[in-house]
């Protein structure tokens, strides 16, 4: 599963003190959702990236320093926008809950 550990996305190989990361775990009812997409919205609200969530609901971004919203994307759901600042050498770790 794309190297995911329990607890979370592995961070092996990642230089953490040089990236903005964005990670976190989609759920719906406690249970992860591995059929949504999460977008990466900057602070216009212009789309910057997208990707899907793995099967245990994960996800990650590597982004520039700032605010930015993630837009969740899931079926039989409405979108959840999601506020989030990134700044390099941190993680910041988001759980959404549709």
């Excluded at 216009?44 to 930015?68: I, K, L, N, Q, Y």
Aim: hydrophobic share 45%; glycine share 12%.
């Amino acid at each position: 599963m794309c190297g995911a550990t329990e607890g979370g996305l592995s961070l092996d190989g990642i230089n953490v003190a040089k990236e903005a990361i964005i990670q976190g775990q989609v759920t719906k009812a406690g249970d992860p959702v591995g059929t949504a997409y999460v977008r990466l919205l900057d602070r216009t609200g212009e789309f910057t990236a997208e990707v899907p969530t793995s099967a245990s609901g994960h996800f990650r971004f590597f982004a520039g320093d700032g605010d930015w919203t993630l837009r969740t994307l899931a079926p039989q759901t409405d979108p959840v926008d999601t506020a989030v600042a990134a700044a390099t050498g941190s993680i910041a770790e988001v759980a959404i809950a549709l």
